[in-house]
């Protein structure tokens, strides 16, 4: 993935490779009760940091990056990489939702939240910048249908609403970071 590091590990007779997107978390999760939010089998463990390696390197960048580029190109360029970036993530849910832990979704372990929101959601509402000020649309497409359902979902959830900042407030403050055209 991108620039980060790969350190390769042995767990159940598996070579399984971490990145550094989440471990210190994963650490301190595994001695506290919240250790429910990370898969036991180190090959699930492997599919949720690199969903959120995926969220990290390839949407994460590319939500500022596109308040940033000063030229219509930049700004058009750095949005199809952020879309990019969101079609790997609903096709890594997809993917999720089709294993035993994923039971068909909404979220990473089907009805519960996992390091996986833990780690991602709260940037979500930092799509209200590009939207407001770039014309950002995500399409409602097949492409991104697993990426609006986990959305819709975890949107209602109070573990997501109790700290949510609103739309207006995220525009506000990312306005110091629009580059002029």
């Not at 490779?17 to 001695?31: D, F, H, M």
């Not at 079609?87 to 089709?98: A, F, G, I």
Request: proline residues 6%; hydrophobic residues 40%.
């Amino acid at each position: 993935m991108s620039d980060s590091i790969a350190y390769p590990y042995k767990e159940n007779g598996y070579t399984v490779y971490s990145t550094a997107a989440c471990p210190y978390a994963q650490r301190a999760l595994r001695a506290l009760e919240f250790a429910k939010l990370i898969p036991t089998d180190a090959i699930e463990r492997a599919q949720l940091r690199l969903f959120v390696e995926i969220f990290s390197s390839r949407v994460n960048p590319h939500i500022l990056g596109s308040l940033r580029a000063a030229t219509k190109d930049a700004q058009e360029e750095q949005i199809q990489k952020l879309l990019s970036g969101l079609r790997e993530v609903s096709d890594e849910l997809t993917k999720q939702w089709e294993r035993p832990s994923g039971k068909s979704g909404p979220f990473w372990f089907g009805d519960k939240f996992s390091l996986a929101e833990v780690n991602t959601v709260s940037f979500v509402n930092l799509f209200a910048g590009p939207k407001h000020y770039r014309g950002l649309v995500i399409p409602e497409t097949d492409e991104y249908a697993a990426y609006h359902k986990w959305v819709a979902a975890f949107s209602q959830h109070p573990l997501y609403t109790a700290f949510q900042t609103p739309d207006t407030s995220v525009v506000s403050t990312l306005k110091n970071y629009v580059a002029e055209d």
